[in-house]
């Protein structure tokens, strides 16, 4: 073997020993029908979704991140149907930020914390991290969950 060809394979050697040693996650993805309690997901009721101050919403990955309640994508006439990083989420007083999902815009939340979900439709939700940090990478740290307002 030639010392060009015998560097090539080394190398390539070299760099498939570290891509294995480092696995790297792109995208995770949460997928759920039901709340907190194990009733499925309608837009006849309120829930919420409460992110820790701890874990801040902007923080949940490098690069982008949503919450989808998948029927209204595919049933709404509007165009809103996700949260998403740059959503310009207002936080509560102790750093939390908590999602809102129902049919009909609840009292007392920012509309930026609000998400329309279709009205006497079950729906899913899909949390996506593009991108996300180590710990949920490494499955130490899950989302929230559902839990009806």
């Avoid at 820790?52 to 029927?71: C, E, I, K, N, Q």
């Avoid at 989420?89 to 049919?103: F, I, M, N, Q, R």
């Amino acid at each position: 073997m030639s010392n060009e060809l015998q560097s090539y394979v080394v190398r390539a050697l070299i760099d498939l020993g570290s891509a294995s040693s480092r696995p790297c996650v792109q995208m995770l993805s949460f997928r759920t029908a039901t709340d907190g309690a194990g009733a499925k997901l309608n837009g006849d009721h309120c829930y919420c979704l409460t992110l820790r101050a701890d874990l801040p919403a902007g923080d949940m990955s490098r690069y982008v991140w949503s919450v989808v309640a998948l029927a209204a994508a595919r049933l709404r006439r509007q165009s809103r149907f996700a949260f998403r990083k740059v959503s310009g989420l207002k936080p509560e007083a102790d750093g939390s930020v908590t999602l809102h999902l129902s049919g009909t815009p609840p009292r007392d939340v920012p509309e930026e914390n609000w998400l329309p979900t279709p009205k006497g439709s079950d729906y899913e939700l899909t949390l996506r991290l593009h991108g996300p940090g180590a710990d949920r990478a490494w499955g130490s740290s899950f989302p929230p969950l559902i839990r009806t307002a």
